[in-house]
């Protein structure tokens, strides 16, 4: 499987970005997937996340309430709308793949299948 990351960019603190994360090599329904995000200098933090049957999410506390993820089975494409942008959301955002599990995770190691990641900045 193959993550490719997309939708990244350049936007004023307040402003919106809907990032994508196309699947290729097979189906997106046998994945829960994530996003995770890198700041220069700092470890790898998880964002969101949401479980192959779509009846779970769980967000960081940072983000809650700002952002949301969705999943697109039929187009195989995981997204992650972010609204109300903040200069501290700024970094690369990296979307994920775990295998088809009950336990939805927020952390870096059970995924093990990753995408290139995607520049955002927040900046005024």
């Known amino acids: 499987v193959q993550l490719q990351a997309s939708g990244g960019g350049s936007v004023q603190p307040g402003g919106s970005l809907r990032l994508s994360c196309a699947v290729s090599g097979s189906s997106i329904s046998r994945y829960n997937m994530a996003w995770f995000r890198q700041a220069p200098g700092k470890e790898r933090e998880f964002v969101a996340a949401?479980?192959?049957?779509?009846?779970?999410?769980r967000y960081a506390d940072s983000v809650k309430g700002r952002v949301t993820i969705s999943r697109d089975n039929a187009k195989n494409t995981v997204y992650l709308q972010m609204n109300s942008l903040k200069p501290e959301d700024t970094a690369v955002y990296y979307c994920?793949?775990?295998?088809?599990?009950?336990?939805?995770?927020?952390?870096?190691?059970?995924?093990?299948?990753w995408g290139q990641g995607t520049q955002v900045t927040v900046s005024s």
């Open positions: 949401v479980r192959w049957s779509s009846d779970i999410e």
């Open positions: 994920a793949a775990d295998a088809k599990k009950l336990m939805l995770f927020t952390t870096v190691a059970p995924y093990s299948t």
